[in-house]
């Protein structure tokens, strides 16, 4: 079932859902966003997974805006699928829904794109499938995958710029 | 000592170490993005109340790029300062350094902006102390903030109308 | 949305993947029955509380029969539905697929049924909505669900009996 | 000490106390049955090791009826031990006693029987000492043990039969 | 069955076996100090509430010398009682027995004595029941309990004269 | 930059801040003992394994005695350094800061002195740096090292001895 040349985007289409419990929650009962941010990774990590059928490290996360915030004993339900992919990366959509489970009513609380890169068991890339949108949403977000592509690449150019001055400085 | 109108980047300084152990890493022993990303919201939010004495929320993290990759055994220091202050809200600037305790040598991994939004009990916004930026570096932070904030108030639209439009297709 | 007198089976379903990390599994490397419990009953709490709209707690699990093992590195698959609701309890029904990432392949683990009490924040129990079967299988566990019962209510003497006797022996 | 052909019940035998902290609990202060399955099965397989000399893997978990709750701050008692061996696997009986540290008072929570399998490293079962029981209440459950062995099997023929279908359905 | 007058030590006896977990150790794969010290307080603390059926809080805990290294996979044994009182305060006794679960040996890894303070929901200190010692090895820590009470007060002023020349030195 | 023959006190700093999280409290909302004894040891084995760049094991703790008690939303700030080398072992001198976040105020908790051993991957002991102290505060805890470590291989016999007879009295 691995090794195909191209994927569906529901194919590496992910779902969880977390009961936010205590030991989420800061001193205000609210879900940290650090702890949400680790969920969406793992999130977003097995739809690159399940596209690539190889192993998968974060390397980029877009900006993340959270709407509103989400309380002890709600459930967050997140959801990721890849948009496209680039030869040995691949882009993951993935939103964020919170539950009230005493009325049932459901909100959009963060959406964002994370970069993921292939790799095998020494870290070498390596070439992932290619993706085939198939509803007009699925259409969208493949076609602006390449702008922000680019912007990530330009981004990309500062932080290693940082990283370098970061070596020099030490010596 | 709280409740003061201004305060240095000094005062609001947080530094935090952390060995990535196993259950920190993937398959592949390293250092899970998501992991890392919860430890920074941590070292961020610490910082945020550092300079506000009140409690603070996560409003937005802009983009992260992950420079390289950090493995079990190796130590992440994390830095975070409030950069600027915008009424009741902070920027905070973060850096992640990895740390090979087995020769010494420190490398840059990432870099990014927070904005966190001081509230009391209930959940109301609250008014915070002004930054004194001091070094070189501090006050090219301290100008720069603007034009980030202006970035991500413009993202801010999009994700809002995303939530509307969420709202609207439930029923 | 909520207080509703009947719901669809597919209003309470419940979705989880689950990444195995090495914290999950035993010096083997693969996961531990009691970790998979625990996310069990998660997955099945959350659909228990779809139903109700109020607090729910775990009064049985029937007998639990794990098919092979699950490694590091695979995902499992949490699937929760209620198959019937008797007043103020639940039946929910559970199945657990495991999912090999480098392969694409999937293998049932375990099903078994929960039960489930509603209850309010003092711990009183509170009716819930009726169930509304609609699939041949959601018909066939709604039939089932009585005998299933029966055999739980005899299997309560016996514990309670227990307890009973603990507690004489007490003193 | 270990490879011996016959072991007491009071050999194997293994008590866990966990202090039930916020983080156990649900939103009603209360210990979560997952949790608690998750201690459960830790202790049995303690009980189960301390038998074989071997790794153990959970096969089979019996029906567990939760008698009552226990709140956050109270004490959890596991208690298990090996009841019977049949060749490569062991059924190991654990019963959960809560106490309360305020007033020192203890009631009998769930009482099940587990099975476990004895494998070497690569996962090959491995035969296991007898059992030799001593006390009455040894006895009898050593005698029972081959009634509730022979209910285990029969059920492990519809789950078998179930993860059969699943594979069939996938292609 | 709470607030008497003199309990035996037996009464407050407590154990527990903790199976040594991938995440409990460092990247040798041995039992991390920091870990086992978390477990040790545990235990300690559970038989000081036994004791004196109040909240307990850890003031000190006497030196702790490791024999030797854990393992994964490994059982860890602790075992605590209290071995006398001083009005609001008890010291506790404690050791911890490592186990091989593939040969059945066991050895001790570390003894110390733990002071706690038992102290009501508001944190004012209360008194706990007398300590009835009852074995030779039970009255020999009673006796002994007096002088190492000694060594801990003298130590407490060096503590607390630390604690105000670092609130002076702050303004 | 490893493998140097001396290095000054400054090199092994380590500075840890954690924020006091429920899953961090006992029941009355006030740090457990245990979890910032964890912590300690993890700051405390920074800063050995940053002076000898090798793997470092915890060999004992001196008393620890804690100054009032912290609780859930303030910050535990760590500081740990090495004092002393002695051939294949280091002592490290640590103490732990609680800040109110909402006052800005800071308070001595405690201080402790630990010993750890440098090993290899197969747990061989090795030789490490020796330790320049530079200021005074450096110079005197350099000095009283040398009294510490003879209490401490006093104390190491009396552990000694405990073991063998526990040996001893197992067969």
């Not at 040349?5 to 929650?25: A, F, G, Q, Y």
């Not at 959009?108 to 095998?120: E, G, I, M, P, R």
């Amino acid at each position: 079932m691995g090794n195909r040349k191209r994927k569906t985007v529901d194919e590496s289409r992910s779902v969880m859902h977390r009961l936010v419990m205590p030991e989420d929650s800061n001193t205000l009962g609210t879900l940290m966003g650090g702890v949400l941010m680790h969920w969406m990774d793992m999130c977003a990590a097995i739809a690159a997974r399940r596209h690539s059928n190889t192993y998968a490290m974060t390397v980029t996360v877009d900006r993340i805006q959270f709407v509103g915030s989400v309380r002890v004993g709600e459930v967050v339900n997140l959801e990721a699928e890849v948009t496209r992919a680039f030869r040995t990366s691949m882009e993951i959509g993935l939103r964020v829904i919170a539950e009230n489970l005493d009325t049932g009513e459901k909100r959009l609380c963060a959406s964002t794109f994370y970069s993921f890169v292939a790799v095998d068991r020494d870290g070498s890339t390596l070439p992932v499938p290619e993706v085939i949108p198939e509803t007009d949403g699925q259409k969208k977000r493949y076609r602006d995958a390449e702008e922000r592509r680019s912007a990530r690449l330009e981004d990309a150019g500062r932080i290693r710029e940082e990283a370098e001055a970061f070596d020099r400085q030490q010596f």
